[in-house]
């Protein structure tokens, strides 16, 4: 399936592929992108993508598995460069189902690296995690705390990186490892946001309690040794990573060293905070309901971003909590975009 706009006409050297580019943050990376004058080509099965969500170039579909796929789309669009999105993501299912993501997540980025390698495409922006570090030793996380996952989520987030060093070493191919502390927000003119089934992130979660489309949030563990006794998270807004990606290739094609770097705001909100925060974006009370802890939850995760900030020029724009609400309350509290979200998941 393809979708294309005047944008789609550019020469070879404006194109960058995509792989889940109609994802949560695949999709407003591809609106970074086009910002910055470049063409997004969407790869991506739509199995928790979106059609709707792919906006700024063309929408091609395909697995990342499927080497034949891969070589013709490459060969139709000849990109220079690749932002790699395309992943499973739910830790949970992720310890129930290790099969699905070590061959998706691993199997998957090695399928795309050597497609890359054979059609000399010399660039790749990886979509890493800060689940790679698993239950750090000391706070702020730095990329030098130790590498631990504790799930094999984050164990092939970490195996793909050590790929592409290996790929680098070996081939030549520029890397950047982008590690996501907690996503949230969307995006600030809410022609995109965040949509998942089912849908596992705190804010949109709290967002469907505050509206009613579910009885309660629950909280997971009240007895944390934080502030008020609920996990707390660095939540880096949506669109501030897409900047990070467009920023991360600019480096890397400028002879920037290959390299991993943390996105985060170097500030933590507690469970608890983030629903006061919705419940003032909303004007709504939410529910509560207080659970037991889950297991391997870290009492708090907060970013050292302060690489990115010196060797990327990338600072956030959103370093606020309740400015990152507010986006993701535009999105939410939309009737018509809920209204498509639901219609074409």
């Not at 020469?11 to 970074?32: E, F, N, Q, W």
């Not at 309660?216 to 006794?229: C, N, S, V």
């Amino acid at each position: 399936m393809i979708s294309t706009g005047s944008k789609g006409n550019a020469a070879p050297g404006d194109r960058v592929l995509v792989t889940g580019g109609a994802g949560y943050i695949g999709s407003h990376a591809c609106k970074a992108l086009a910002q910055a004058g470049l063409v997004p080509v969407v790869y991506d099965n739509l199995v928790y993508g979106h059609e709707w969500a792919v906006k700024w170039g063309p929408l091609e579909r395909g697995d990342i598995n499927d080497r034949a796929r891969l070589d013709e789309v490459i060969r139709q669009y000849r990109p220079q460069a690749v932002l790699h999105f395309a992943a499973y993501a739910y830790v949970g299912e992720s310890v129930t189902d290790p099969g699905k993501y070590y061959r998706n997540n691993v199997s998957g980025t090695l399928t795309l690296l050597e497609a890359m390698r054979d059609h000399a495409i010399p660039h790749i922006v990886f979509s890493s995690t800060c689940a790679t570090y698993g239950m750090p030793d000391a706070l702020p996380i730095t990329e030098t705390t130790p590498q631990r996952p504790i799930n094999p989520y984050g164990r092939s987030k970490l195996m793909v990186e050590q790929i592409l060093a290996d790929f680098a070493r070996a081939h030549g191919i520029g890397w950047t490892a982008l590690r996501y502390f907690n996503a949230a927000g969307a995006d600030p003119d809410a022609e995109i946001g965040e949509s998942h089934e089912p849908e596992t992130h705190l804010i949109p979660l709290i967002f469907d309690a505050a509206f009613g489309f579910r009885e309660a949030i629950t909280i997971h563990g009240t007895d944390y040794e934080t502030a008020d006794g609920t996990c707390v998270r660095d939540y880096v807004h949506v669109s501030d990573l897409a900047d990070a990606h467009v920023k991360a290739l600019s480096a890397l094609r400028s002879g920037a060293a290959s390299g991993a770097f943390n996105l985060g705001t170097d500030r933590g909100h507690s469970v608890r905070a983030v629903i006061r925060a919705v419940e003032k974006a909303t004007g709504r009370s939410v529910p509560v309901i207080e659970g037991p802890r889950r297991e391997g939850d870290p009492a708090e995760l907060v970013a050292d971003a302060s690489r990115a900030r010196s060797v990327l020029d990338w600072t956030p724009r959103y370093v606020e909590l309740s400015e990152i609400v507010e986006t993701a309350n535009r999105w939410h509290g939309n009737a018509q975009k809920r209204s498509t979200n639901h219609s074409t998941s």
